[in-house]
């Protein structure tokens, strides 16, 4: 008890985990040889001192004393749903508020690019051209900047992830400044049921491994 109260590693009030004695609550006490934990289903567990100082736990007060708390989720994306942006896909997205000067921006950049390299446009492989990926990326980074409850002074990023068999993963890297756990949840759930209702306005679609409806309406049915 005296090396975990000098070592600062924990104190009464903190939210602390330790999966491998089944805790996941607020410290209640802390004695010489035990320390007492109420869980979150309201459940008390008692394990011993030493166990905090030979077994590895996650400590949850620094976050509860930060700015904010992570949010760190991806959504898959259907590889064969990724293209180029054609211009009436362009003037469709250009009506969405938060990309329209993105949209406006980036094209003018692009058309001076290949204008300036004399690119022979013919071919869609040839010179620079915008993706309904791309731009997706740039509208879900800017929903999250105009979002009244996620921090904008701590790390706001919105990143590819490496493409696997399950598609492309597109990774949400942000911070709540709502800590509570319920509140937090309601927060994250709110902004990818928005992401996740949006990906079709982009022509892309999310990858989903195929449940059994899909396997009947593929299969042809018997006479």
């Not at 921006?105 to 290949?114: A, C, G, L, P």
């Not at 492989?125 to 997706?136: E, I, P, Q, S, V």
């Not at 068999?165 to 400044?177: D, M, N, P, R, W």
Request: with cysteine.
């Amino acid at each position: 008890g005296l090396q975990l109260s000098s070592n600062r590693m924990v104190s009464i009030g903190d939210w602390i985990e330790m999966p491998q004695h089944g805790v996941d609550g607020d410290v209640l006490e802390i004695a010489l040889t035990t320390v007492k934990v109420r869980n979150f289903d309201n459940t008390i567990t008692t394990i011993p001192t030493q166990a905090l100082i030979n077994d590895s736990f996650k400590n949850w007060a620094g976050m509860q004393r930060s700015a904010g708390r992570r949010i760190k989720r991806s959504i898959s994306i259907d590889l064969s749903s990724v293209k180029f942006c054609d211009a009436s896909m362009l003037q469709r997205f250009a009506k969405i508020q938060h990309i329209n000067e993105y949209i406006q921006t980036k094209q003018r950049e692009v058309d001076e690019f290949n204008s300036g390299q004399n690119i022979d446009l013919a071919s869609s492989a040839n010179g620079r051209r915008l993706t309904n990926l791309g731009t997706f990326r740039a509208y879900v980074q800017a929903y999250l900047r105009n979002h009244p409850q996620i921090s904008q002074d701590l790390t706001l990023m919105v990143r590819q992830l490496k493409p696997t068999e399950t598609g492309v993963a597109l990774e949400i890297y942000v911070f709540s400044t709502e800590k509570r756990w319920v509140h937090y949840e309601a927060i994250q759930a709110d902004i990818f049921d928005h992401i996740i209702a949006v990906v079709p306005e982009f022509d892309l679609q999310l990858f989903q491994n195929p449940s059994g409806s899909d396997f009947r309406i593929a299969l042809p049915r018997s006479a």
